[in-house]
Each structure stands twice: as C-alpha cells, then as structure tokens.
C-alpha cells in the first residue's frame, strides 16, 4: 500500500546518506560496486560502507516483508541477471539513479531509463507486481511514523558533524560507515527494502496494484540530491578534488541495464535491498546474493 510519509522519511535519509558520502569522500554510494568491492576484492574503501548497511538492517525496526513461495531457482536467475547487468553497466539504482541522474549524467539517464524500462516490462509479462487485498496500491495510508523522525533529525545531525571533520583517514573512514548505516535505514523506513513495494512500483500497467511509494523516494533523493550537487564547493571536504566516474553511453551500459532491469522485474530485488536480505531473509537473501557474485565474475570476463 502506498505510504507517503514513511516513503518520504527513508527517501530523506537516502538523500542525507549519499549526498554525504559523495561531498565528503567524492565517492559515490553504488550498492553493487560496494557488494562486489567488499566481498570479493575485500577493498577497504568500500567495506566500511557495507558494515554499516549491514549493522542497520540488524535493527528491529521496520521489518520488511519477503514472499514465502519465491522458488530459488527464481532468485539464483534474477541474482545472477542482476549481477551480470550491473557488472556490464557498471552500476544499479543508488549509483546511477540516486547520484548519477541528480549530477545530470547522461549516461546514468541511459542506464536508469533502461532498468526501470526493462523491469516494468518484465514484471507485467511473469506478473511479479503484488496483488493488494484491501483495496487499490495506490491508496494512502498512514501507519504509525515510529522512530522515523528521530532517525532523520539524529541523521541529518550526523551529516552536519562529519563535514566538520578533519582532512584524515579516520574522517573518511567514519564518513562511510555512517553514510552506510543511514543508507540502511532508509532502506528499512522508505519500505524499499520490502521487494512488495519495488514490484507496486513497476505496475504501471495495472494502476489496481501500482504503489507510488517508491516513486516519492526517487523524486525525494534524486531531487536533494541534485540541489546538493549544484550547491557543491569546489573540492569535497575530506579528500582534496572530486574523482567522479566518467564514460560513454556504449553497448554494455545498455546491455547490462537490461540485463538489470529484467532480474531485478523477477523478484523485486536489487543490489541495495540485497544487503538487507541477507540479513532479514534467511536463505532466500543469501541465494540471491550468492547468485549476484557469480553474476559479477562471469561479466568481468565480458
């Protein structure tokens, strides 16, 4: 069901994670980069990140909801699609929607339009959108906000801390697990973390099941995110000139957003919500995740 509010406060703590990242660090906040550089290049720039994505999806607050009747075979297929498409496409949702659209990247454009494309597709032609019970998915709602609004104001206390850090490895190093740990909760709060809700999303086709919850967190973070980027300083703060990721729209990247977005229409998962999965969903989280690594070492042979 469509939630406005709660939507709307994950959507601003994804927007405080990741803008806060990319102005401290110059370093952009892209799930599938960050599993990927973690777990099987054991890179010490991005494991940070990844622990605080982790340690928030241990919380017991907002527990997202998963099917029970996903087959596995169906997670090993839509993993290893969205390993492969990310690989190719060199990045999912956070890296070229959240960021790469908001800094006006036309290759992110590309990508983003691709996946979604791709994924609605694919989600009318197998039926993967949800089938809501009492009434339309568009229907608002107002379940209880929780700590919600504490966690924002706790966030957005943190992002004016560590732009007040020193130039140190230290600062960056406490720069990205909290931009992984505020991440995380916006995952939980936003209700992205429920694949339900990516899946209400892409029912376009069928407004009885289309949940806009997730379309608030897109124009919610993709919208901060590009104020932020036009008010940015000449340098970030704790680093001392912007390394941003740079190319050409070329096959791969159109490639691989297929690739993605159709995984991803499967079963309503993407690199992001992935983390929290294999924590909240038992073997199901991990057999997709284990299916999104092998995904990401066959496309480096590409």
């Excluded at 732009?163 to 992205?192: C, D, H, N, Q």
Aim: proline share 7%; with cysteine.
């Amino acid at each position: 069901m469509f939630t406005p509010v709660t939507a709307t406060l994950g959507a601003i703590l994804l927007h405080l994670s990741t803008t806060s990242l990319l102005h401290c660090n110059s370093q952009i906040l892209g799930c599938s980069s960050l599993l990927a550089n973690s777990l099987l290049h054991h890179s010490l720039s991005t494991t940070p990140t990844l622990l605080g994505i982790v340690a928030a999806s241990a919380l017991p607050l907002y527990p997202p909801s998963y099917p029970t009747d996903t087959p596995l075979s169906l997670l090993l297929i839509a993993g290893a699609l969205v390993g492969v498409g990310t690989k190719l496409a060199r990045g999912c949702t956070s890296g070229h929607m959240l960021l790469g659209v908001a800094r006006g990247s036309v290759r992110s454009l590309v990508a983003t339009a691709t996946f979604f494309s791709s994924a609605v597709i694919t989600a009318a032609v197998f039926g993967s959108p949800p089938v809501c019970v009492d009434g339309a998915c568009y229907t608002p709602t107002y379940p209880p906000a929780g700590p919600a609004m504490p966690l924002v104001a706790a966030a957005a206390a943190g992002a004016v801390v560590i732009r007040r850090l020193p130039k140190t490895e230290a600062s960056r190093v406490i720069t990205r697990v909290y931009a992984g740990f505020v991440f995380g909760l916006g995952l939980l709060v936003s209700g992205m973390a429920s694949p339900a809700k990516t899946l209400g999303l892409m029912s376009v086709t069928d407004l009885g099941r289309f949940d806009p919850s997730l379309m608030v967190v897109a124009l919610v973070g993709v919208g901060g995110n590009a104020f932020a980027w036009l008010k940015r300083e000449k340098s970030p703060k704790l680093v001392e000139e912007w390394t941003l990721p740079a190319g050409e729209v070329e096959w791969r990247l159109v490639v691989g957003s297929t690739l993605f977005g159709v995984g991803w229409g499967l079963v309503g998962v993407c690199p992001g919500p992935a983390v929290v999965a294999a924590v909240r969903n038992g073997t199901s989280g991990l057999v997709w995740l284990g299916a999104f690594l092998a995904g990401q070492v066959v496309a480096g042979f590409v």
